[in-house]
C-alpha cells in the first residue's frame, strides 16, 4: 500500500499513516521503521507499507509521488498529467 504520514513522535514510535486507496487511518506497528532506510519519518512524507495481521503499518519504504488511486483523483474535469 502507499500513503502518508499524518503523525509520528519519535519518542514514542506511535504513528499513524493514511491509505492513498482507500484514505484509510493506520496505527503504525512499533517495529514499522525496523529494517527500513528511516530512522523516522515526517507528517507528510509519501512512504509505501504493508499491513500486519493486527491491521497495523509496517516495513516502511520510500513512498513515491505517482497517484496510486487516490479516490477522486485526478479532480473531475483536470486533464490527465503528460510525462514528457
Given at each position: 500500500?502507499?500513503?502518508v504520514?499524518?503523525?509520528?513522535?519519535?519518542?514514542?514510535?506511535?504513528?499513524?499513516?493514511?491509505?492513498?486507496?482507500?484514505?484509510?487511518?493506520?496505527?503504525?506497528?512499533?517495529?514499522?521503521?525496523?529494517?527500513?532506510?528511516?530512522?523516522?519519518?515526517?507528517?507528510?512524507?509519501?512512504?509505501?507499507?504493508?499491513?500486519?495481521?493486527?491491521?497495523?503499518?509496517?516495513a516502511?519504504?520510500?513512498?513515491?509521488?505517482?497517484?496510486?488511486?487516490?479516490p477522486?483523483?485526478?479532480?473531475?474535469?483536470?486533464?490527465?498529467?503528460?510525462?514528457?
Amino acid at each position: 500500500m502507499q500513503g502518508v504520514v499524518k503523525a509520528y513522535d519519535p519518542g514514542t514510535k506511535l504513528g499513524t499513516v493514511v491509505s492513498d486507496t482507500d484514505l484509510g487511518e493506520y496505527d503504525l506497528a512499533l517495529d514499522a521503521l525496523g529494517g527500513s532506510v528511516f530512522r523516522m519519518v515526517r507528517q507528510g512524507q509519501r512512504v509505501v507499507f504493508d499491513l500486519d495481521a493486527d491491521g497495523r503499518a509496517t516495513a516502511l519504504r520510500l513512498g513515491s509521488e505517482v497517484d496510486m488511486g487516490t479516490p477522486g483523483y485526478p479532480p473531475a474535469g483536470a486533464a490527465p498529467s503528460s510525462a514528457g
